[in-house]
């Protein structure tokens, strides 16, 4: 509703359109999870790989952590993760050197660039996450919101933005294809490209191990 606002798009425009994409996507969403339940074996478990759920598995782990186990025994004096509760002394903090700077070098623009809380959330992507996300990630927001945004800034200005819808959509639709495709019918495409597990055994693991 914001980015439309800022859009001027029409509201009653765009509440319209969010209420029938709800709609729609709960529709096809709840489908298609029964759908590959039962169909792909071992959904969700490590040897269900590459369908292990690391997302809906974080979000299992969190609600068993905050809502069965509770915080206290978890973060509790004796616990081994209590020392995470200095994490809240960090962000309080970390922020705080980050504006002073920013008012002592105000011609240092990158400095403006700097959001603690942005950084510390994408933190928390980490555990569930193989070792090959976060490198690309960084490289691509790097070629892209960088490089290209300061030496060729129409460009990034006109298309940066449609590219990334296009290469998500792009890759939403590629895997929609090659499961329906391909996976379904038993079929398999051996290349350089899909043995990425194969040529480093570290890249299908979490950046940190379970336990």
């Known amino acids: 509703?914001?980015?439309?606002?800022?859009?001027?798009?029409?509201?009653?425009?765009?509440?319209?359109?969010?209420?029938?994409?709800i709609v729609i996507s709960v529709i096809i969403q709840?489908?298609?999870?029964?759908?590959?339940?039962?169909?792909?074996?071992?959904?969700?478990?490590?040897?269900?790989?590459?369908?292990?759920?690391?997302?809906?598995?974080?979000?299992?782990?969190?609600?068993?952590?905050?809502?069965?186990?509770?915080?206290?025994r978890v973060f509790g004096e004796g616990s081994p993760y209590s020392p995470l509760l200095w994490g809240f002394l960090f962000g309080l903090v970390l922020p705080i050197p980050i504006y002073f700077l920013q008012r002592r070098f105000p011609n240092q623009t990158w400095l403006?660039?700097?959001?603690?809380?942005?950084?510390?959330?994408?933190?928390?992507?980490?555990?569930?996450?193989?070792p090959v996300d976060f490198p690309m990630w960084f490289l691509f927001g790097f070629i892209f919101n960088f490089v290209?945004?300061?030496?060729?800034h129409a460009w990034w200005q006109k298309y940066n933005f449609t590219l990334s819808a296009g290469l998500d959509s792009g890759l939403?639709?590629?895997?929609?294809?090659?499961?329906?495709?391909?996976?379904?019918?038993g079929l398999k495409l051996d290349w350089w490209g899909n043995r990425v597990d194969r040529q480093c055994t570290l890249s299908s693991k979490p950046w940190i191990a379970p336990g």
């Open 112 to 130: 403006q660039h700097v959001y603690i809380p942005v950084i510390l959330s994408g933190i928390v992507g980490l555990p569930p996450m193989p």
């Open 148 to 152: 290209i945004h300061r030496y060729w």
């Open 172 to 185: 939403a639709l590629s895997g929609i294809l090659q499961f329906l495709a391909l996976a379904q019918n």
């Open 30 to 72: 709840t489908s298609l999870f029964f759908w590959l339940i039962d169909r792909i074996p071992n959904m969700c478990r490590p040897e269900g790989y590459p369908w292990v759920c690391r997302s809906t598995n974080l979000v299992y782990s969190a609600s068993i952590i905050w809502n069965l186990i509770g915080p206290l």
């Open 1 to 21: 509703m914001k980015l439309a606002h800022y859009m001027k798009i029409p509201p009653r425009h765009v509440l319209i359109y969010q209420l029938v994409g």
